[in-house]
């Protein structure tokens, strides 16, 4: 990809340029969390976004997107937006970075990624991450911080791609380390590193290559449920509640209302339980609280389907140690937590299973947890 990327650069630019590159990502436990000021527990991947970028003495941005095969000239001001999605993600990421007394003049670039599209792995996160770096290296002396960086991608989300996301995404692509996974406490900032480097088990996507859209706004919905019952405990998120409060008012809520807040509480005390078990080296309660939450997401949150909830069940056929849906829902990926020497025929039968139920293979990611935004 780096050797692409610079030979496409030489041949639209005369500059030399300088490499960047900033990761997808996956969270291991922890979904649903972030807007009830719970934990997550993400981690940077070896998928990447790279881009080769160089100063060009103007006030114009002109960006080479290789896998999308278009390029995209935009000035630098807030009417220069660009009308391709792609493009308005970098040209926000310029905005963002002014709008807080950076500095960003024109360059020329031209970027790449093997991050899966629509797998869940947050390309557009990647893609933020690597242009922030690369914009506080080259103009701004790395004097914006890097929890800084991760803002920017987010509010480039918000004001300039319509997706009102949480911090996760951009924040484990900016400090991602290799070999550590990252506890977020969504409600203070505050993170903390946790070495994941196993040496019997990998982690393993398995794509189901499926995404059901729904009439209603399902995400919504279920804050709404969050946010009721918080409401009703007289506290500001659910991440102050336990069960025993909750079990207090069951007859006043709904039922759906009480299966959602369940599922949030008990998710919060399992990403807790995962720190433990990690640093112990203990995977197997790892692996055992990933089910847990599978079959709350399934259950008691309903944003399963029935093709991750078949893959779910073929893991625990195979004696794969953890399985659970990874992300919003509906469709998308597992993330498996997989004994080294039983991946190969976990594999093998999950996409054959899969292909025979359904007429089409999954995808088969195996991912190691890697370095966020850099500099190469």
């Not at 557009?124 to 701004?140: I, P, V």
Request: glycine share 8%.
């Amino acid at each position: 990809m780096k050797e692409q990327i610079l030979s496409e650069f030489g041949k639209r630019f005369s500059e030399s340029p300088v490499l960047y590159a900033s990761a997808g990502r996956i969270n291991l436990i922890g979904e649903h969390t972030d807007y009830n000021g719970g934990f997550v527990f993400p981690g940077a991947i070896d998928k990447a976004i790279m881009a080769a970028i160089a100063p060009n003495d103007s006030d114009r941005v002109n960006v080479f997107s290789i896998d999308i095969d278009e390029e995209v000239s935009f000035g630098l001001r807030e009417e220069d937006a660009p009308t391709q999605s792609w493009a308005r993600y970098i040209f926000g990421v310029c905005r963002e970075v002014q709008k807080r007394g950076g500095v960003v003049k024109g360059f020329n670039a031209v970027f790449a990624g093997n991050v899966p599209l629509g797998a869940g792995l947050s390309s557009s996160a990647a893609l933020e991450s690597c242009f922030a770096y690369a914009l506080n290296d080259l103009y701004n002396e790395n004097r914006i911080d890097k929890f800084e960086l991760a803002r920017i991608g987010q509010s480039t989300e918000h004001n300039y791609c319509g997706v009102n996301c949480g911090i996760m995404d951009q924040f484990a692509s900016v400090m991602g380390q290799k070999g550590k996974l990252m506890r977020l406490d969504c409600r203070s900032m505050e993170f903390e590193y946790f070495p994941f480097a196993p040496e019997e088990y990998e982690l393993v996507l398995i794509d189901s290559r499926v995404k059901h859209e729904l009439a209603d706004s399902p995400y919504n919905k279920r804050r709404q449920s969050c946010e009721r019952v918080a409401a009703r405990l007289g506290i500001e998120t659910l991440r102050d509640a336990d069960m025993e409060k909750l079990e207090a008012i069951r007859d006043e809520i709904s039922a759906e209302d009480y299966s959602r807040a369940k599922f949030v509480i008990e998710e919060k005390e399992r990403v807790l339980a995962v720190c433990e078990a990690l640093n112990r080296d203990d995977y197997e309660t790892v692996g055992k609280k990933m089910y847990e939450t599978h079959q709350g997401l399934s259950k008691d949150y309903e944003v399963s389907c029935e093709e991750l909830d078949f893959l779910n069940d073929v893991a625990k056929e195979c004696g794969v140690t953890g399985s659970r849906i990874m992300g919003g829902g509906f469709g998308g990926c597992t993330i498996n937590l997989v004994r080294k020497d039983l991946t190969e025929r976990f594999t093998a039968t999950a996409t054959e299973r899969f292909n025979a139920r359904y007429g089409h293979k999954p995808q088969i990611y195996p991912v190691v947890i890697s370095d966020g935004a850099r500099k190469l």
